[in-house]
C-alpha cells in the first residue's frame, strides 16, 4: 500500500502590536461529576464527598415544621417531601448545572439517574411549588407542570396549606 502525505497548513493570523485580542465566551454551563447527595430540605441536599450545599432551581418546597392539611388530616408537607427526595436520590447518581451561586449554596437544575430533572418531577407530584423569584420563573415547563398537578389536586394541590415562603418569613420573625 502506498502512504499518501497529508498536507497540514497552519495559518497564523498577526495582530498589530499593542492589540488587545477579543475573546468570546458562550457561557455554557458546565454539569457536576456525578455525586452521592445527602438530603437536607425538602429541595436542598449536599454532595456527601465534598459538603457542597444545592437547592433546586425553580421551586419552593415546605419547611421541615410546616402542617398542610387534607380534610381533616393534618401532615408535614415538608417532610413528606423531604422523604420523596430522599428517595429519589437513594443510591442514585446525582449530576446538576449550576444556575447561580446564594449565601456558598448552589442553586442549580439536577438530575437522578431516575428523573431527568428532579424539580419539574417534584412540581409534577405537588410536593412542591414554583418560586415566586422572578429569576427563578426562566423555565415555561415548570409553570405548565404545576398547572396540570394543581388542576388534578395532586400533592399540595388537594391540601390546605400556606405557601412555603410566607411560612418561611413568618417563622424567621
Known sequence: MKSRATAITIFVLSMPAGAVAETYNPKFQ????????????????????????????GIEGCAAGQYAQAGNQKYLCGIQAQGWLISATLYNAVICTQVRVENDVTIARCASGQYPDIA?????????????????????????VE????????????????????????AAQ
Not at 124 to 144: C, F, R, T
Open 147 to 170: 398547572g396540570d398537578a394543581r388542576k388534578e389536586f395532586r400533592g399540595l394541590w388537594r391540601s390546605e396549606f400556606e405557601m412555603p415562603w410566607t411560612y418561611k418569613s413568618a
Open 30 to 57: 458546565e454539569n457536576t461529576v456525578p455525586f452521592l447527595a445527602e438530603v437536607t430540605g425538602a429541595t436542598t441536599f449536599r454532595d456527601v464527598a465534598t459538603g457542597k450545599a444545592y437547592r433546586l432551581y
Open 120 to 144: 419539574q418531577e417534584m412540581l409534577n407530584l405537588g410536593l412542591a411549588v414554583m418560586s415566586p423569584k422572578a429569576e427563578d420563573q426562566l423555565i415555561p415547563e415548570y409553570a405548565k
